[in-house]
């Protein structure tokens, strides 16, 4: 009975980045019924966006031939760190004047509605093992290539938060103590060898270094309009500064997901991001690399997989972590 | 009433290691009521060294003045890879023999009692999470330095054993990817640099390659009679070469422990092994280390601290988790 009625329940889940905000309108098994994405106008402070964030959520509802009191629970994914337990946003490089927002007594004043605040690349991976590229494992950790590397770890089911709600920053895990040094302050983080960002920079170094490379004619001498699809256009086309970069961000990638494998042995790791477009110039020699670090069972019981859900994995696991541990949050 | 009744009743921890047994009796509180150490005889074969632990269990008990139908349960950790749910042993480097052992039912045959079997590092960890170094913390990572390095992870409570219960292999997650060349096929491992047998090695390598050192006077001139010991005290006295030594183990423990902290947000790290005598003298730098390279407030939530139950931890943690977490291994 009362399964039935969570099944007909109908959950907000948004996503809010660094430069937009996306919102869907999910029902309790992650079936996206509708969904809009807006700019986040952080320039204008906390208080705006969270005023602009519960407008759009009211207008995606009433677009939806809904009401707010139609809505069981909203759930939101945002940079940290934060207090998930109180809903509250610690600070965020990327938002600014966000010191010590209490987002989840905000949003549920201007929404109506129980909300459950969490970080965002946790969201992410939450969304692709509930209902995305890891529906049906238990065990799963989801790496998010994009600016920086983000990451989400779920296990038995359940997302892991650890002491106070930091857990699950693979990004920065370090390959090398005496390596690149971080904008976090650590040495050889896996960010500054594998985020999108890196494989540009790396690319630029080169050529700044000297390279010759068709890179620099496909931006037209402008290397600061390199990017890791530039790198990845070029690699294809065997550039070979490209293959070099390419190589070193797969090398990378591949420790920091044979981490993740001998430290979790989980069911699946789930890589998202832009560059997953490479497909099997990536997956490829990836699963080799990651073989040749881990394993042989612990390797044979993970699978390395593309994410599934795009854009909208955040938003949708906001949702889901609402709906399925709603109790962590207080939700009634 | 069920709960007063469990707290009567009494189990065995066993730790199974690549030379020595340990067995200990405990209420369910993890009290210790008495304890065996005894050879593991392994080079006489799996059949011989199970029946070897079944007999000295049962004359533990005896000894205690007890029979073996007043036990409740039996634990025991083990060497791996190994199939936790179903108690069999996939292979054990350190014991010849060991392929596809059906310890748990053997065990349970010649006991008379359920019986769980887990990974010997999981069960140290577990021990010190129940009730030593790391009692009271709910997310807890244990990583003990010896001929390798172990690992252990517990989560809300619960040991993480993952996919097909081979995670927690702390000592093979890699600091390198182009690093020194592991026993497991993998390059840079914790292990490599950080476990007891490697920081003698590192010694001795600088010593071959020519350095000086007092180390080689304190073993008359032999110098594959040096132990991390050995290191240890030539380091107290400021010699150049184990300062070095010294210095480059715990810049790699730090980033070991610091991607555990970064990627799980303990509140508790537990180090355990012969090394932690060290004191001060490992614990300062380590967490000095350990804080450069985590976030401030991932840092502030983790304690790193020596681990309490010494050469007990093992067979308690085996206690605890078929006490804890009976139904994962069926025990009725």
Same mark, same amino acid.
């Not at 707010?68 to 759930?75: L, T, V």
């Not at 945002?78 to 010590?100: C, E, F, Y």
């Not at 002491?163 to 500054?192: F, V």
């Not at 920079?201 to 600061?224: N, P, Y």
């Given at each position: 009975?009362?399964?039935?009625?969570?099944?007909?329940?109908?959950?907000?889940?948004?996503?809010?980045?660094?430069?937009?905000?996306?919102?869907?309108?999910?029902?309790?098994?992650?079936?996206?019924?509708?969904?809009?994405?807006?700019?986040?106008?952080?320039?204008?402070?906390?208080?705006?966006?969270?005023?602009?964030?519960?407008?759009?959520?009211?207008?995606?509802?009433?677009?939806?031939?809904?009401?707010?009191?139609?809505?069981?629970?909203?759930?939101? *994914?945002?940079?940290?760190?934060?207090?998930?337990?109180?809903?509250?946003?610690?600070?965020?490089?990327?938002?600014?004047?966000?010191?010590?927002?209490?987002?989840?007594?905000?949003?549920?004043?201007?929404?109506? %509605?129980?909300? *459950?605040?969490?970080?965002?690349?946790?969201?992410?991976?939450? *969304?692709?093992?509930?209902?995305?590229?890891?529906?049906?494992?238990?065990?799963?950790?989801?790496?998010?290539?994009?600016?920086?590397? *983000?990451?989400?770890?779920?296990?038995?089911?359940?997302?892991?938060?650890?002491?106070?709600?930091?857990?699950?920053?693979?990004?920065?895990?370090?390959?090398?103590?005496?390596?690149?040094?971080?904008?976090?302050?650590?040495?050889?983080?896996?960010?500054?060898?594998?985020?999108?960002?890196?494989?540009?920079?790396?690319?630029?170094?080169?050529?700044?270094?000297?390279?010759?490379?068709?890179?620099?004619?496909?931006?037209?001498?402008?290397?600061?309009?390199?990017?890791?699809?530039?790198?990845?256009?070029?690699?294809?086309?065997?550039?070979?500064?490209? %293959?070099?970069?390419?190589?070193?961000?797969?090398?990378?990638?591949?420790?920091?997901?044979?981490?993740?494998?001998?430290?979790?042995?989980?069911?699946?790791?789930?890589?998202?991001?832009?560059?997953?477009?490479?497909?099997?110039?990536?997956?490829?020699?990836?699963?080799?690399?990651?073989?040749?670090?881990?394993?042989?069972?612990?390797?044979?019981?993970?699978?390395?997989?593309?994410?599934?859900?795009?854009?909208?994995?955040?938003?949708?696991?906001?949702?889901?972590?609402?709906?399925?541990?709603?109790?962590?949050?207080?939700?009634?």
């Amino acid at each position: 009975m009362a399964k039935k009625s969570k099944s007909k329940k109908l959950v907000i889940g948004i996503d809010l980045g660094g430069t937009n905000v996306v919102a869907v309108l999910v029902d309790t098994s992650g079936k996206v019924k509708s969904y809009v994405h807006f700019p986040n106008e952080s320039a204008k402070g906390p208080e705006h966006v969270i005023r602009n964030i519960a407008d759009n959520v009211k207008a995606l509802v009433k677009k939806s031939g809904l009401a707010m009191k139609d809505i069981w629970r909203a759930g939101i *994914g945002s940079p940290g760190p934060l207090d998930s337990k109180k809903g509250i946003i610690m600070g965020a490089v990327n938002l600014p004047g966000w010191t010590r927002v209490l987002l989840k007594a905000s949003l549920e004043k201007q929404l109506g %509605v129980g909300v *459950g605040v969490d970080n965002d690349a946790n969201c992410a991976a939450y *969304g692709e093992q509930w209902v995305g590229a890891a529906k049906g494992a238990s065990n799963v950790v989801g790496i998010t290539l994009g600016t920086g590397v *983000g990451g989400g770890i779920i296990i038995d089911n359940k997302l892991v938060r650890g002491a106070n709600y930091n857990a699950a920053e693979i990004g920065h895990t370090s390959l090398n103590p005496d390596g690149r040094l971080c904008k976090c302050g650590a040495k050889g983080c896996l960010e500054q060898y594998a985020s999108a960002s890196a494989i540009a920079e790396s690319a630029r170094e080169a050529i700044r270094k000297g390279a010759s490379s068709m890179m620099t004619e496909f931006v037209k001498g402008d290397i600061s309009k390199i990017t890791s699809k530039t790198v990845y256009e070029a690699m294809v086309q065997n550039d070979k500064t490209a %293959v070099v970069v390419w190589d070193e961000f797969i090398k990378y990638l591949a420790a920091g997901v044979a981490n993740q494998i001998n430290g979790l042995n989980p069911e699946v790791v789930v890589i998202a991001g832009g560059v997953i477009n490479a497909g099997d110039r990536l997956f490829k020699p990836l699963k080799e690399a990651v073989r040749k670090q881990t394993f042989a069972l612990t390797f044979s019981a993970a699978k390395i997989v593309p994410a599934k859900l795009g854009e909208l994995a955040g938003a949708i696991g906001a949702a889901g972590v609402v709906i399925n541990e709603g109790e962590f949050y207080n939700l009634k």
